[in-house]
C-alpha cells in the first residue's frame, strides 16, 4: 500500500521555466508534508514544507501548495536552475502513533536543461 | 554536511553474511531513523529511536534490528542477508518534531553477493 505517489519518475524542464512536481497520498491523518531534494551520492536534504492547515507555503523559489479535498501536494519551482537537477521526494508524517517517521514517495528525477 | 555520520560508506559481503551499520547523529538529536532505498524504490521507513528507547517500527524485517546506545548513536544489524537486501541505508536524526525535518547522513551502500 503506497501511502505517498510520485506518479513521474522524471521530468524534464528548461533552465528558467517553471518546474512542477506532483504527489498525491492516501494517509487522511499526515498533518505534516515535506519535500526533499537528493544529489548523487549524498543524503536527502530538507527543501520545503506544509502543515495540514495550510494549502501554500513558499520559500524563495519554492512553493508548495496543498490540496488536501483531493489529497495532492505540488511543488513548484521558478524560474528552474541547473543546480535544481536532483531527485525530489515528497514525504508525508502521520503522527497519529507517536512516532515521526516519514512516509516517503519513490522520488521524481528533476533534470534542468540549459 | 548534515552533521550525521554512517559508516561504512560502503559494504559487500555474501548471503547468509550479518553486517552493522552505524550512525552518529548531530551533536544534541535525540532521535535516530533507520530507512532503506532499494533500486527504484522510495525510501522505506525500518524504524525510529528516541533517547535510547525504540519509538515506533516499519517495514523492519525480522532479521534486522536495531539499537541507540547512550551516548545516541545507533547500530542497524542485518543478518542472514539476502540478494534483495542490496540497498542504501541512511539513517537520519533530529532533535524534536518541529516542521519535520530530518537530517540525513549519506548513507551506507550494502551490497550483497
Known amino acids: 500500500d503506497q501511502q505517498v505517489k510520485q506518479n513521474s519518475p522524471s521530468l524534464s524542464v528548461q533552465e528558467g521555466r517553471i518546474s512542477i512536481l506532483n504527489c498525491d497520498y492516501t494517509n487522511s491523518m499526515f498533518d505534516y508534508f515535506l519535500w526533499y531534494k537528493k544529489y548523487p551520492a549524498e543524503g536527502p536534504t530538507f527543501l520545503i514544507s506544509i502543515s495540514s492547515i495550510k494549502d501554500k507555503n513558499e520559500d524563495g523559489r519554492f512553493t508548495v501548495f496543498l490540496n488536501k479535498s483531493a489529497k495532492h501536494l505540488s511543488l513548484h519551482i521558478v524560474p528552474s536552475q541547473p543546480g535544481d537537477s536532483a531527485v525530489y521526494f515528497c514525504a508525508g508524517r502521520d503522527s497519529g502513533g507517536g512516532a515521526d517517521g516519514l512516509t516517503f514517495g519513490k522520488g521524481t528525477h528533476l533534470i534542468i536543461q540549459p | 554536511d548534515s552533521g550525521v555520520t554512517q559508516t561504512p560508506k560502503h559494504l559487500i559481503t555474501a548471503t547468509g553474511q550479518r553486517v552493522t551499520l552505524r550512525c552518529s547523529p548531530r551533536?544534541?538529536?535525540?532521535?535516530v531513523y533507520w530507512y532503506q532505498q532499494s533500486l527504484d524504490q522510495g525510501l522505506q521507513f525500518l524504524i525510529q529511536?528516541?533517547?535510547?528507547?525504540?519509538?515506533a517500527k516499519g517495514n523492519i524485517l525480522e532479521r534486522f534490528s536495531a539499537q541507540q546506545f547512550p551516548d545516541l548513536h545507533s547500530e542497524l544489524n542485518l543478518s542472514s542477508l539476502e540478494l534483495g537486501d542490496s540497498a542504501l541505508y541512511f539513517c537520519a536524526s533530529s532533535v524534536e518534531w518541529t516542521t519535520g525535518e530530518l537530517f540525513f547522513g549519506e548513507g551506507s551502500r550494502l551490497t550483497v553477493l
Open positions: 529511536y528516541y533517547n535510547g528507547e525504540e519509538r
Open positions: 551533536s544534541g538529536d535525540l532521535s
